[in-house]
């Protein structure tokens, strides 16, 4: 199994900034891709940037330019760097990520891993 355990969740002033940290541990094959997804209050989740493995990355329009995504594949991390934060990105944030478990490989099954979100808060 795989486990996603995010950190760097707070209070921060609007215009302020914040870094996100995600950490994948467990029985981990490969790891296709990674991302941060967020659900603002009363809202549905929605997906805020994305890297696969080869550091290809996606984001969503009304971070971008704001928001920067990177991961370390040797320490199976992957981050988010927020800058110029503002009220609408009050959120709780998850990490995700497509792995292929060790004992999986052969069998080319990717699974979609979830961590249990971390709270950033926008505020004056």
């Known amino acids: 199994q795989v486990q996603l355990v995010e950190s760097g969740g707070g209070l921060v002033q609007p215009g302020g900034s914040l870094r996100l940290s995600c950490a994948a541990s467990?029985?981990?094959?490969?790891?296709?891709?990674m991302g941060w997804y967020r659900q603002p209050p009363g809202k549905q989740r929605e997906m805020v940037a994305t890297?696969?493995?080869?550091?290809?990355?996606n984001y969503a329009d009304s971070v971008k330019g704001r928001f920067t995504i990177s991961r370390d594949n040797a320490k199976n991390t992957v981050d988010l760097q927020m800058n110029s934060l503002t009220p609408e990105d009050t959120a709780v944030y998850y990490c995700?990520?497509?792995?292929?478990?060790?004992?999986?490989?052969?069998?080319?099954?990717?699974?979609?891993?979830w961590g249990k979100g971390t709270l950033v808060t926008v505020s004056s």
């Open positions: 995700n990520g497509i792995i292929t478990l060790q004992v999986e490989i052969s069998r080319g099954i990717r699974r979609n891993y």
């Open positions: 467990g029985s981990i094959g490969i790891i296709y891709s």
């Open positions: 890297i696969t493995s080869g550091g290809s990355t």
